[in-house]
C-alpha cells in the first residue's frame, strides 16, 4: 500500500527565510496530493494542493512542486511569519483503483518561525 | 456556516465501556471518515464511507466499528475501548472521494480509556 514520509519532523526558522518540507511516497499512481496546517489546539485545514498533472502551484507565500518521477513533493514557504508556526501534514491519494479513496498522511512537520 | 461537528470533545471512560463518537457535516458530502492523531504518527485513517450505506477499513480499523445511515451523519463506535485507543480523534468530509478534494475536519475529540 501507500506510504508518505515526511522530513524534517521539526523545523525553526528566523522569521522572513524560507521554510521547505518535503514529502515522498511510494505509490507511482497516486494522483492528489494535499497539504494541511495544524494549529495548536485546532484543526487540519487543508492550505495547498497539487494533482499529478501539474508541477507546480503557487499561493501567495506558499508554493508546492511535484517531482512525479522522483515520487516527491515539497511544500516551500517564503517569507515566514509567526503565524506560520503550526504542524504541517502532506497526504497522497493512492491511485489503485481498489484504493483510491483513501487518504495516506505523512507524520507531520513542526515548523516553529522566531521572530 | 459549513462545517463539520463532533461530539464531545472530551472524553474520559473507563476500558471496556461502550462509547459513540458523533459527527455531522451540512455540506451534503458524499465522503466523510475517521482520523486518530498520536504524537510521530500523524493522521492514521479508521474508517471512511464514500456514502449512505458504503463503509470501508482505513489503516487502523481494529477496535472500532462506524455507520452511515444517513448521508450527514457518520458516528464511531468503539464497542470495548481498550487504554491503546487513547488518542485525539478526527472526523473530516469532503465533496467526493473519487475527485479527491479537500477534506473539511471537525473539531476533534480527545479520548482517554483508563
Known amino acids: 500500500g501507500e506510504n508518505v514520509e515526511q522530513h524534517p519532523s521539526t523545523l525553526s526558522v528566523q522569521e522572513g527565510d524560507s521554510a521547505v518540507i518535503k514529502c515522498t511516497y511510494s505509490d507511482s499512481a497516486s494522483n492528489y496530493f494535499p497539504w494541511y496546517k495544524q494549529e495548536l489546539g485546532k484543526r487540519p485545514q487543508l492550505i495547498i494542493d497539487?494533482?499529478?498533472?501539474?508541477g507546480e502551484k503557487k499561493d501567495q507565500r506558499i508554493a508546492v512542486t511535484l517531482n512525479k518521477t522522483a515520487k516527491h513533493f515539497s511544500l516551500h514557504i517564503t517569507e515566514t511569519q509567526p503565524e506560520d508556526s503550526a504542524v504541517y501534514f502532506c497526504a497522497a491519494t493512492p491511485g489503485e483503483k481498489t484504493s483510491y479513496d483513501k487518504v495516506i498522511f505523512g507524520p507531520g512537520t513542526s515548523l516553529s518561525v522566531i521572530p | 456556516e459549513a462545517q463539520v461537528t463532533q461530539n464531545p470533545r472530551y472524553l474520559i471512560t473507563v476500558t471496556g465501556k461502550k462509547l459513540t463518537v458523533t459527527c455531522s457535516q451540512n455540506?451534503?458530502?458524499?465522503?466523510m471518515s475517521w482520523y486518530r492523531q498520536d504524537p510521530g504518527l500523524g493522521l492514521r485513517q479508521i474508517y471512511y464511507s464514500m456514502n449512505v450505506e458504503v463503509t470501508d477499513k482505513g489503516d487502523v480499523p481494529e477496535g472500532y466499528k462506524v455507520s452511515r445511515k444517513e448521508k450527514r451523519n457518520f458516528p464511531l463506535i468503539l464497542e470495548s475501548p481498550s487504554p491503546n485507543q487513547t488518542s485525539l480523534y478526527f472526523c473530516?468530509?469532503?465533496?467526493?472521494?473519487?475527485?479527491?478534494?479537500?477534506?473539511?475536519f471537525g473539531q476533534g475529540t480527545r479520548l482517554t480509556v483508563v
Open positions: 497539487i494533482r499529478s498533472n501539474v
Open positions: 473530516a468530509s469532503s465533496l467526493s472521494g473519487t475527485l479527491n478534494t479537500e477534506a473539511f
Open positions: 455540506m451534503n458530502h458524499e465522503y
